[in-house]
T-cell receptor, first 110, second 117 residues
């Protein structure tokens, strides 16, 4: 199974873009990368997923490196409500269980 | 509501007692997962149900833990003879669709906070 590496914490200011990196150098060619986030006192929530090309949805954008060994979650204009722990989830064979690492704790300053 | 519902939201019990935690998944979701989140261990997978297949119990930490899913819907996680190290938030998630696939979009409940005194 692939593994991921993320910074422990990041900090940004409100209404500025935030780029959250993830290294997944062991990912295979057909594995999707998923991102989840966990707001305080809530369960995790799905953010976005992608395979090779960049992806956009209403919450965020996902930029995937050409060699697929890394990806970056982009919040275009961070708000205070985006303060959360962001998890880059590696693919797991078989059961589709989610394997959560430490994630990146994002702090947004007003 | 339309989301995953868990009950109770908080549970305080004494060491040695049994507890049951309930999860109501999103209607129609065939896959159901239990995870737990504790301070020292982060978020970890416990068990996975997919339709009528045998559950994947590979994440259960001991034989004191068990889970069942009745009628392909509601699930109950049971912890027997609770220990203080069982204190954690127990999270349930459900997913649409069966088998491995590209989308692993799981919808989580708010969790049950279990405190074992």
């Amino acid at each position: 199974d692939a593994k991921t590496t993320q910074p422990n914490s990041m900090e940004s200011n409100e209404e500025e873009p935030v780029h959250l990196p993830c290294n997944h150098s062991t990912i295979s060619g057909t594995d999707y990368i998923h991102w989840y986030r966990q707001l305080p006192s809530q369960g995790p929530e799905y953010v976005i997923h992608g395979l090779t090309s960049n992806v956009n949805n209403r919450m965020a954008s996902l930029a995937i490196a050409e060699d697929r060994k890394s990806s970056t979650l982009i919040l275009h204009r961070a708000t205070l409500r985006d303060a959360a722990v962001y998890y880059c989830i590696p693919p797991v064979q078989g059961a589709q269980k989610l394997v959560f690492g430490q994630g990146t704790r994002l702090t947004i300053n007003p | 509501g339309a989301g995953v519902s868990q009950s109770p939201s908080n549970k305080v019990t004494e060491k040695g007692k049994d507890v049951e935690l309930r999860c109501d998944p999103i209607s129609g979701h065939t896959a159901l997962y239990w995870y737990r989140q504790s301070l020292g261990q982060g978020l970890e997978f416990l068990i996975y149900f997919q339709g009528n297949s045998a559950p994947d119990k590979s994440g259960l930490p001991s034989d004191r833990f068990s889970a069942e899913r009745t009628g392909g819907s509601v699930s109950t996680l049971t912890i027997q003879r609770t220990q203080q190290e069982d204190s954690a938030v127990y999270l349930c998630a459900s997913r649409d669709g069966g088998g491995p696939g590209a989308k692993n979009i799981q919808y989580f409940g708010a969790g049950t906070r279990l405190s074992v005194l």
